[in-house]
């Protein structure tokens, strides 16, 4: 049975025991809920793509409480710098050269010699993290290849009848919906390699440099990028103007008028945080094949677009 217990001094002091002893504690954040364990500790990340089912040994994004601690694990850049003050405690993941020094499992970076590290500002999980001085690995909670995690309930549904979590933090419904913006901060420009919900433009603003995005290429730099991922189990048609005789409908602003629309007003960053969610309650209405509206391709919702479009993609050779 996995327990869920809300957040509070006891899940927070149960949650530091359980890391301490190798065991995988799930927890909300502004983005997703994360499925985490000590990044020191190689058994315990094995843990992790054991309990997801991976196939794959992925890096994974190291979690800590503050740029401080990120900054020992990973070499800072005058660029990681500007970003890091514009964007951390926040939904931004930076890809740094691992330090030698690094306290750090080889699996958490699945061997290679840079890092991926996030400084979460959702209250819940910076409390945590502040409480124990680990680095937490942590991916999205969910099976490999499904649905992101929004809720405890959703993650408690993932992997109900296994052994691991042995605790979920309830930190209620996650704001942003979707998983964090990752940028390659090694070098003088920004790399996007997965839109989230701080944009290209943002980033523009804040480093007054044009970032690069490798998410329309081929080469591919995150390893996790794969072209399925995110999936419901529906099929999904996307850009639709309205749904088939045998589709579900997934709206977006007004019309056509249905149970599930992302944002009746329009609002991308609404529709961030409904997303998966409302992915997820289609599947469960049994719907075989859900029909989305067209989403802009500007601010969040590139980020939007860009989980559809894995979301969508029909090989399954290529899941995670
Ligand atoms: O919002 C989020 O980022 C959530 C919450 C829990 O923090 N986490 C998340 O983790 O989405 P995950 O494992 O589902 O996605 C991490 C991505 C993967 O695509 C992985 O390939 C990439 O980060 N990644 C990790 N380390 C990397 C590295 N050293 N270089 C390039 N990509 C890396
Ligand atoms: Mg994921």
Redesign the pocket.
């Known amino acids: 049975m996995i327990r869920i217990k809300p957040y509070n001094d006891a899940s927070i002091a149960e949650a530091v025991d359980l890391w301490r002893a190798g065991h995988l504690v799930a927890f909300g954040?502004e983005?997703?809920?994360?499925l985490g364990a000590d990044a020191r500790n190689g058994q315990a990340v094995a843990a992790i793509f054991k309990t997801k089912n991976r196939p794959q040994f992925?890096?994974?994004?190291c979690?800590v409480a503050d740029s401080g601690a990120a900054f020992a694990l990973g070499v800072e850049t005058p660029l990681a710098r500007v970003l890091a003050e514009a964007f951390w405690a926040g939904?931004m993941?930076l890809?740094l050269a691992r330090r030698a020094d690094a306290d750090i499992a080889d699996l958490t970076?699945a061997g290679?010699d840079?890092?991926?590290l996030?400084v979460?500002s959702h209250e819940g999980a910076r409390g945590l993290l502040t409480a124990t001085s680990m680095p937490i690995a942590?991916?999205?909670a969910n099976p490999s290849g499904g649905v992101?995690p929004t809720t405890a309930e959703h993650v408690a549904a993932g992997f109900a009848g296994g052994d691991e979590p042995r605790l979920i933090v309830d930190m209620g419904a996650c704001q942003g919906g979707l998983?964090?913006t990752?940028i390659d901060a090694r070098g003088a420009t920004p790399i996007i390699?997965?839109p989230g919900a701080i944009t290209a433009e943002m980033i523009a603003d804040a480093t007054n440099l044009t970032p690069h995005s490798i998410t329309d290429q081929t080469d591919i730099?995150?390893?996790?990028?794969l072209a399925r991922h995110y999936a419901p189990r529906a099929k999904l048609r996307l850009n639709a103007t309205a749904p088939r005789a045998d589709e579900a409908w997934l709206g977006f602003g007004t019309a056509p008028d249905s149970e599930h629309n992302l944002s009746p007003q329009g609002d991308l960053l609404e529709a961030a945080s409904n997303l998966f969610a409302m992915l997820r309650a289609l599947d469960a209405s049994g719907a075989e094949a859900i029909a989305v509206a067209p989403i802009p391709f500007e601010g969040v919702g590139v980020a939007i677009n860009d989980r559809l479009t894995r979301a969508a993609y029909e090989d399954d050779a290529d899941a995670t």
């Open positions: 954040t983005t997703v809920y994360g992925n890096p994974l994004i979690h939904a993941t890809i970076t290679l840079s890092i991926a996030r979460p942590a991916p999205s992101s998983e964090s990752i390699l997965r730099i995150a390893p996790g990028q």
